[in-house]
């Protein structure tokens, strides 16, 4: 056998020993798996965390354009009225809501709390915190553009506006003084009733604040007259001086101005209300006539009417007629008050504390405060009126109108007699002259407010510190405000107080410790005890 014979069948062996199995042609056929390229690690990775972090932004974007909030209280304690609800969405122009608290006082945290609401209720209300403490600088200068009142605190190292918050549009703005956000302070009660007061003072606070709003969405400013020409009570300077009602009237954007009553010029028609404070010379009958007609109009009238003595005896004002068209009478007498304990002290009996409040609108907020008198003359119901006239503020049962002129200014220790006006005496009322059309739709008209001295709304009232101790500003303002409807009531119901109660006993206090300090850490411990084993096994 030659040796091309002894190759050939190896030759031919080859070919069968590199012939592929079935399961190498399988893995050779079947796809290969492509290797990871940069673009796959790049999705698995910095492309997941970039893709969540826009889909966050996302979320929080909707979630500030469409803000809802959710109150799942039994009482909705944390969500505005209805009412309050619909004057903030009602908003006819971007207002400002000015928070003049710094953020250590006691009653901040309620009042942003409340603001908040109101901004969350309407776009178109903006809440603007200026902390005395901080930006003094900005509280100054807003101070100075709109003529907000600052004060300093007790301590001497704060600058404070005596308003707590400032709603302002414009040129326009209403204060919400810190007098009424003081509701909201700690309760002086015991526990059982802490729930129902804090609620009732967030409404009153609440009630302050959307008035404020109401004032400031007006078309125009609400303007007060007041009658010069009889030597009434100058508005700018003087011992007399009503600056101190002006002042507290334009910070409640009321337009004032004085207006001369002639009997040919009459009073003028854009005047809401007509304020006559003090004369000291009777009205002659033209010029009574001409307030007399004011009021038939649509207009509205406060008359101070001080008792003007000459030659011992209390003269006519000249204003009798217009009294009488509300069933008032002006008696020619001086009010005494017999009662030692209603007594200024070191004072003739003329000076004396009324706190006897009837029900009435003005009256409404007044109860438990006293008003200082100071030679005032009684205003009574007129005998045989039709009209019954409501008597606002009166004495004590001790006190009457001492007609005896002359004997009071000799001695200031006169006595009762049977011709004297008979206590309780009225100091102040307040009627509706029957038969007037308002002006316009929902306006006041013929309101006539009658009190019996000048002294009432003086300057000195109009004081911060006389302020919180007698309220006669309080008066004055709650008569301004009756006459032009300026203390709109707005709707806001009081809200059901559930309170739920949790008995624990000692036992119970012993068991919750148990859990809380070690079977919830240890089961915590545990768990993660059974993580580690079970990876590190996988």
């Known amino acids: ?30 796809p290969r798996a492509p290797e990871r390229g940069f673009m796959d690690a790049f999705l698995r990775g910095p492309a997941v965390v970039v893709l969540g972090a826009l889909l966050l932004v996302q979320v929080n974007y909707l979630a500030a354009r469409h803000y809802r909030r959710w109150d799942w209280t039994q009482g909705a304690i944390f969500t505005l009225s209805p ?118 003072a967030k409404i009153t606070v609440e009630r302050a604040i959307s008035e404020a709003l109401l004032q400031v969405d007006r078309e125009r400013a609400t303007k007060v007259c007041f009658a010069t020409g009889h030597e009434e009570m100058p508005i700018s300077s003087g011992d007399r001086a009503g600056a101190g009602l002006v002042e507290d009237l334009r910070h409640h954007n009321f337009e004032t101005r004085e207006v001369e009553v002639r009997g040919q010029t009459g009073v003028p028609s854009d005047c809401d209300a007509l304020v006559i404070a003090g004369p000291q010379r009777a009205y002659p009958r033209e010029d009574a006539a001409a307030v007399e007609a004011y009021l038939r109009a649509g207009g509205n009238v406060a008359m101070f009417v001080d008792p003007v003595v000459l030659e011992g005896r209390v003269v006519p004002t000249g204003l009798e007629s217009v009294a009488a068209l509300g069933g008032i009478a ?78 009071l200014l000799r001695t200031f220790a006169p006595s009762k007699g049977n011709d004297d006006v008979q206590g309780p005496v009225p100091v102040a009322m307040a009627t509706v002259v029957p038969g007037v059309t308002p002006r316009s739709e929902g306006a006041a008209a013929g309101r006539l407010v009658v009190l019996g001295s000048s002294e009432i709304a003086g300057s000195t009232y109009f004081q911060l510190q006389v302020r919180a101790q007698v309220a006669n500003a309080n008066l004055t303002e709650a008569v301004v405000g009756w006459l032009t409807s300026r203390r709109e009531l707005v709707n806001i119901p009081a809200r059901p107080i559930s309170r739920a109660s949790l008995l624990v006993s000692e036992r119970d206090l012993t068991w919750i410790g148990l859990y809380v300090i070690l079977l919830i850490p240890a089961a915590a411990a545990l768990v993660g005890v059974a993580v580690w084993r079970t990876r590190k096994a996988s």
């Open 83 to 200: 009412r309050s609800a619909q004057i903030a969405r009602g908003m006819r122009a971007p207002t400002q809501m000015y928070v003049l608290l710094a953020r250590d006082e006691p009653l901040y945290g309620d009042v942003s709390e409340l603001a908040e609401r109101y901004a969350a209720a309407s776009p178109r209300v903006e809440v603007v915190y200026i902390d005395p403490d901080r930006q003094r600088e900005r509280l100054v200068a807003l101070a100075q553009e709109i003529g907000l009142q600052l004060v300093g605190s007790r301590d001497g190292e704060r600058t404070l506006s005596s308003a707590g918050i400032v709603v302002r549009r414009g040129s326009r703005h209403w204060e919400v003084q810190r007098e009424q956000l003081r509701e909201l302070g700690a309760p002086s009660g015991g526990e059982d009733d802490t729930a129902s007061r804090v609620l009732n």
């Open 330 to 407: 002006l008696p020619a007498a001086v009010i005494v008050e017999g009662d030692a304990s209603h007594l200024v002290a070191d004072a003739p009996p003329v000076n004396f504390r009324a706190d006897t409040w009837n029900e009435h609108e003005v009256t409404r907020d007044l109860r438990g405060s006293s008003v200082l008198i100071s030679m005032a003359r009684p205003v009574v119901r007129a005998e045989g009126a039709t009209t019954v006239p409501a008597t606002l503020v009166q004495t004590t049962a001790s006190a009457w109108g001492e007609t005896g002129i002359a004997e």
């Open 1 to 30: 056998m030659s040796d091309a014979d002894e190759k050939a069948p190896e030759a031919e062996k080859a070919p069968e020993a590199e012939k592929p199995t079935e399961e190498s042609a399988a893995e050779e056929s079947s």
